[in-house]
């Protein structure tokens, strides 16, 4: 059975980093590929970035230049380094995980509060 948690949320303020992990367990040999999406309050989940098992990486254009995803494959581990981080970053961002049966599996979400 797959499990996803994360870690690394927190506050910050306006112009701070964070990095989130996502630590994965179980049959994680038949992901296709990875993401974060987050949730702000009152909004739909949105897509931030994804890497594939070949390692491409897409990013949504808001994010782009100022998150890195990535992945540590010994470690069974994704990565989201945020830098320069605006209020309106501020959401719960979730862990996502695509098998090759086309399942999707999701963590339970990490707070981010970027403070103005």
């Known amino acids: 059975q797959v499990q996803l948690v994360e870690s690394g949320g927190g506050l910050v303020q306006a112009g701070g980093s964070l990095r989130l992990s996502c630590a994965a367990s179980?049959?994680?040999?038949?992901?296709?590929?990875m993401a974060w999406y987050r949730q702000a309050s009152g909004n739909e989940r949105e897509l931030v970035a994804v890497?594939?098992?070949?390692?491409?990486?897409n990013y949504v254009d808001s994010v782009q230049g100022r998150f890195t995803i990535s992945r540590s494959n010994a470690k069974n581990t994704m990565y989201l380094q945020m830098n320069s981080l605006k209020p309106e970053d501020t959401a719960v961002y979730y862990c996502?995980?695509?098998?090759?049966?086309?399942?999707?599996?999701w963590g339970r979400g990490t707070q981010v509060t970027v403070s103005s």
């Open positions: 179980g049959n994680i040999f038949t992901f296709v590929d």
């Open positions: 890497i594939t098992r070949e390692g491409r990486i």
């Open positions: 996502n995980a695509r098998d090759i049966y086309q399942d999707n599996y």
